[in-house]
């Protein structure tokens, strides 16, 4: 398979939904990513950023994401 533009956004799309899924009780307390510290004095780590980045997906993509799923369905159905 070659790599076109996209498989680069399908990709993309399975890193999304991987990230949508991950329960935080079960996944991600376990390593530590329970809930994000709010500091406001600029001294964010990165631990804080991914933890902040994985609840913003989990919160502001689901629906598109339910969306862009279904249109990836149907494409791959009509076209193979």
Not at 1 to 6: D, G, N, P, V, W
Not at 13 to 33: C, D, P, S, T
Request: net charge positive.
């Amino acid at each position: 398979m070659a790599l076109s533009f996209y498989a680069l956004l399908e990709a993309a799309l399975l890193v999304l939904n991987g990230i949508a899924i991950l329960h935080r009780e079960r996944f991600l307390k376990k390593y530590g990513l329970g809930a994000p510290s709010h500091s406001f004095d600029g001294s964010n780590t990165v631990k804080d950023q991914l933890v902040s980045l994985i609840f913003a997906v989990q919160t502001v993509m689901r629906m598109p994401l339910i969306a862009i799923n279904i249109v990836v369905i149907v494409f791959k159905l009509v076209l193979g």
